[in-house]
């Protein structure tokens, strides 16, 4: 849970690098909470909740996703590939399955490496 708790803390962060771990945690807490919001709409028969949540987390994805990108060594302008039909999502889905780069490169240190703070 931590994991999705601190994509949220970092709100508006786009710069710095974010491990594999950190992305598909909070992908993953997400699409659960989604599910969850959805049910919960369905059976008030509206949508609102889910429309709040989506807006409410729409810039922390962005931000994590950036991030990742930056953790591969790809710019954050890569995240627009995703608007390219059908070929774009899987090319973005391969981008953020990507291991880390091991080295430090132009978006900061390895954080898998990072000592803990």
């Given at each position: 849970m931590h994991w999705y708790v601190d994509v949220l803390k970092k709100?508006?962060?786009?710069?710095?690098?974010?491990?594999?771990?950190?992305y598909w945690?909070?992908?993953?807490?997400n699409l659960i909470i989604s599910i969850v919001l959805a049910i919960?709409?369905?059976?008030?028969d509206t949508s609102i909740l889910g429309i709040v949540y989506f807006l409410a987390v729409l810039?922390?994805?962005l931000a994590v996703t950036v991030r990742r990108l930056h953790d591969t060594s790809r710019s954050g302008w890569w995240i627009f590939i995703s608007l390219v039909p059908l070929v774009g999502g899987i090319i973005l889905l391969?981008?953020?399955?990507?291991?880390?780069?091991?080295?430090?490169?132009?978006?900061?240190?390895?954080?898998?490496?990072?000592?803990?703070?």
């Open positions: 709100y508006a962060v786009f710069s710095g690098r974010a491990r594999r771990q950190e945690m909070f992908f993953l807490f919960v709409d369905a059976a008030l810039i922390p994805a391969v981008f953020t399955v990507s291991d880390s780069k091991p080295e430090t490169n132009e978006y900061g240190p390895n954080p898998k490496y990072a000592p803990a703070a």
